[in-house]
């Protein structure tokens, strides 16, 4: 297949045309010295092969933290008639619901830049991580179910937490639509020890603190200041998660035979929103939406107990208090204008993250005048970043923006790159204290195996559909 032809249409944004059966064309937003990184792993093709899909709305889009992924490219979003349009297991990934929480203290930089090790240390004791990492919560017959249905609030519940939190969660950190019953009892078997736990890859709790700060009002609207210490959080559904997404793609390719629907790709596999197939994706999805926001949940209670523990200091010392959580691959019904007509929606995000601009319910109501906090990941090496989301985006990715650094190199060549090297003293180097699983975790995650997150950041805000408020540097983190 030959490579889709990009245009420019601003200094930020670059237009696939529609070809072929294509029925919407397809729009990356990126600065034009990313699009060669960008071509590299024919991800594009994947943005084109989306607009193949029935019901799409306007664009097949994609932000410029792209990279190929299953299906739908990492970093693509997607909208799809209620009536018309499908709902796709590789439109969210394996990881449902992967998503970033940022919290801050009551601490400066000065307080624990001594203590960093202490710190990361605590941390890693604390919060159990790596691959097929299992937790001290032991669930309870039929306390799986209500971990699925009542996600955040389940934990809330259980004393992780309080309840303020959930009103500073994505969706209230519950999304409605959730029956266990669809689940296979595969899933369940993998996700009863793993709740709690944060996984492997480029998951991780980071010790960071605010360098810069953009914005001053949205900053201060989120208790943000100069040299303030952060936490963030980055992980998913896990193995749930990850089950759920296998069993559904087989599923998925029988449905698209069965209503004849015609893909570009078979990793697009799709059911229409409404037959019995696609409601029942979408209600095993959000099973494993309210898992991972309950895994953060719980997780984000016991790095409150882990500083507390290293620094010797009480919980009115900390004010460890949630700023926000965002989810990065999920599909939600919503409602956006499109051609001046408000229309009930399936959106599908993945590596991607809402965005929604000022004047939104669904925004908190603290934050719901200067639009909604949008938490960018970093690599473990540099820097992060903390936006809002507009109006703009509103208007023109379904209230969609970034959601990262975006991968440069994979996991394999990521490796090859770090033989002989030890990365974490290159990381200490830095000024970075890392603690991980093992050797080949800090190798697939070294800095220059993702994108400059300034890059990506500066072409979101350049092109308007987020606004940048302040940038979050690493001290210190563990690593799945």
Not at 203 to 219: K, L, P, Q, S
Not at 432 to 453: H, I, N, Q
Request: with cysteine; proline share 5%.
């Amino acid at each position: 297949m030959s490579e889709p032809k990009i245009r420019k249409v601003t200094n930020y944004l670059w237009e696939l045309p529609r070809e072929g059966k294509m029925r919407v064309p397809g729009r990356i937003y990126a600065a034009e010295k990313m699009l060669n990184d960008i071509r590299k792993d024919n991800a594009p093709q994947q943005v084109s092969n989306v607009a193949h899909l029935p019901g799409i709305i306007n664009y097949a889009m994609a932000m410029p933290d792209i990279h190929w992924g299953y299906g739908f490219p990492i970093g693509g979003v997607a909208a799809f008639d209620m009536n018309d349009g499908v709902i796709s297991p590789g439109g969210v990934g394996y990881d449902i619901n992967c998503g970033v929480r940022l919290l801050r203290t009551g601490l400066s930089k000065e307080d624990v830049e001594d203590k960093i090790k202490d710190i990361i240390t605590a941390l890693y004791s604390h919060i159990p991580s790596g691959v097929g990492s299992a937790g001290p919560l032991r669930l309870q017959p039929g306390e799986e179910k209500k971990v699925l249905t009542l996600g955040a609030e389940w934990a809330v519940k259980k004393g992780f937490g309080v309840e303020s939190d959930l009103e500073k969660i994505e969706e209230h950190g519950k999304m409605a639509g959730a029956d266990p019953s669809v689940i296979s009892d595969k899933a369940i078997k993998r996700g009863r020890p793993q709740l709690g736990t944060l996984g492997s890859g480029n998951h991780f709790c980071e010790i960071g603190f605010v360098e810069e700060i953009f914005d001053a009002e949205a900053a201060r609207r989120m208790g943000l200041e100069l040299n303030q210490v952060t936490v963030f959080v980055h992980t998913g559904s896990r193995g749930f998660g990850y089950q759920v997404c296998d069993d559904y793609i087989r599923k998925m390719i029988r449905a698209a035979q069965k209503y004849g629907i015609e893909l570009p790709d078979r990793q697009l596999c799709c059911a229409p929103i409404n037959s019995p197939e696609g409601r029942e994706y979408f209600a095993a999805m959000a099973c494993a939406v309210n898992y991972a926001f309950a895994n953060r949940q719980v997780i984000a209670h016991w790095a409150e107990e882990a500083l507390e523990k290293a620094l010797r200091i009480s919980p009115k010392t900390l004010k460890l208090e949630l700023i926000y959580e965002i989810a990065h691959n999920i599909a939600k019904f919503e409602t956006h204008t499109v051609d001046g007509v408000k229309r009930q929606l399936c959106v599908h995000r993945k590596g991607a993250t809402r965005a929604f601009g000022p004047g939104q319910s669904d925004v908190p109501q603290q934050y719901r005048d200067i639009g909604q906090p949008v938490l960018i990941p970093g690599d473990m090496g540099r820097y992060s970043y903390v936006l809002v989301g507009t109006q703009k985006a509103m208007e023109e990715t379904f209230g969609s923006t970034c959601h990262g650094a975006g991968r440069l190199l994979s996991r394999t060549k990521a490796i090859q790159a770090a033989k002989g090297r030890a990365i974490h003293r290159e990381m200490e180097d830095q000024g970075v204290y890392v603690k991980s699983a093992g050797r080949a975790t800090l190798a697939e995650e070294m800095p220059e195996a993702y994108k400059d997150v300034s890059d990506v950041v500066d072409s979101v805000h350049g092109a308007g559909i987020s606004k940048k408020v302040a940038k979050l540097h690493p001290l210190g983190c563990i690593k799945g």
